[in-house]
């Protein structure tokens, strides 16, 4: 019976060293990242009255975010008109399964078309 007790602990001694020793120690490290675009960015103009054109746009990049900002010369410490800038999707239209083209016009609150000033136009796709 004694034997039976000593190769019992022995085996219950090796099964629970075997799994200290798997785990894991918390060790330091650099993640790195490589890698491309693979999908080209939108064609960017300027069309008539003033409206933004993004042309070829990739379709994964469909129903992003659309924003607006005035933008002042360096020179300036402070916007002389702090009012808001919006953007109005005028049209869509889609050029075969890839690509698509949206035609945007900038907005003041009341919804009138700006047609002077410098502004930062951001496209922030999904």
Do not use: W
Not at 92 to 105: C, F, I, L, W
């Amino acid at each position: 019976m004694n034997s039976q007790r000593l190769a019992v602990g022995i085996s219950l001694f090796f099964a629970m060293s075997g799994a200290c020793l798997a785990s894991t120690t918390i060790s330091q490290g650099v993640i790195e990242f490589r890698g491309s675009l693979v999908e080209s960015s939108c064609a960017t103009g300027i069309g008539a009255n003033s409206t933004v054109e993004l042309s070829d746009c990739a379709t994964s990049a469909r129903g992003g975010n659309v924003s607006a900002h005035r933008a002042e010369p360096a020179r300036s410490v402070s916007a002389l008109d702090p009012s808001s800038v919006d953007v109005k999707l005028l049209s869509e239209s889609r050029q075969g399964e890839h690509y698509y083209d949206q035609q945007y016009a900038l907005v003041d609150g009341a919804g009138k078309p700006l047609t002077a000033g410098n502004y930062l136009i951001t496209l922030t796709a999904p």
